[in-house]
T-cell receptor, first 113, second 115 residues
């Protein structure tokens, strides 16, 4: 069965640079969630989209923005990167906005040097 | 706000049964989920409970008591491959009363299965 696809899988950036993370949800899934997981930490909700509209916003810095496109894929744009942004970024998708079953992608490991 | 408590570590031997407890506090509870995560891997959905009672899926079962704000994950016939972190996560309406369920995760329980 098709899963959530994230690209790139690994990304190394320097401080103050920008990064774009991409997420392709499971086919027919219309809701996308972004989570950030620091080393040894639990995933923290950043933002979600349903039917191409922002549906909820969590602890996402103002330096970050995201959107969902007409084909339901989503991109997380990160600017003015800081060392503390180094983390695993997961995208999850669900069928419908209830999010009872969220299926996670393999994650993008971002390292900021 | 939301908070979840679960043990940080649990160890057991192959073939044994282990129970991972989770207590939570939340403002707008919808349901409790369990996820498994191997080192560096993606969280994998295991179960979801919205109503009180026990849900069984193969070797794994999950229980919820909404009146006690408590749930547990029961793993039976443990196998080495079950060694992983297990997260309970509350599906919540969010601070703005959104009807769309973001997940709030606990800190995770590291399960180690010994031969």
């Amino acid at each position: 069965a098709a899963g959530v696809i994230q690209s790139p899988r690994h990304l190394i950036k320097e401080k103050r640079e920008t990064a774009t993370l991409k997420c392709y949800p499971i086919p027919r899934h219309d809701t996308v969630y972004w989570y950030q997981q620091g080393p040894g930490q639990d995933p923290q909700f950043l933002i979600s989209f349903y039917e191409k509209m922002q549906s909820d916003k969590g602890s996402i810095p103002d330096r970050f923005s995201a959107q969902q496109f007409s084909d339901y894929h989503s991109e997380l744009n990160m600017s003015s990167l800081e060392l503390g942004d180094s983390a695993l970024y997961f995208c999850a998708s669900s069928l419908g906005p209830s999010g009872k079953e969220q299926y996670f992608g393999p994650g993008t490991r971002l390292t900021v040097t | 706000g939301q908070s979840l408590e679960q043990p940080s570590e649990v160890t057991a031997v192959e073939g044994a049964i282990v129970q991972i407890n989770c207590t939570y506090q939340t403002s707008g509870f919808y349901g409790l989920s369990w996820y498994q995560q191997h080192d560096g891997g993606a969280p994998t959905f295991l179960s979801y409970n919205a109503l009180d009672g026990l849900e069984e899926t193969g070797r794994f079962s999950s229980f919820l008591s909404r009146s006690d704000s408590y749930g547990y994950l029961l793993l039976q016939e443990l196998q080495m491959k079950d060694s992983a972190s297990y997260f309970c996560a509350v599906r919540d309406q969010g601070d703005r009363g959104s009807t769309l369920g973001r997940l709030y995760f606990g800190r995770g329980t590291q399960l180690t299965v010994w031969p």
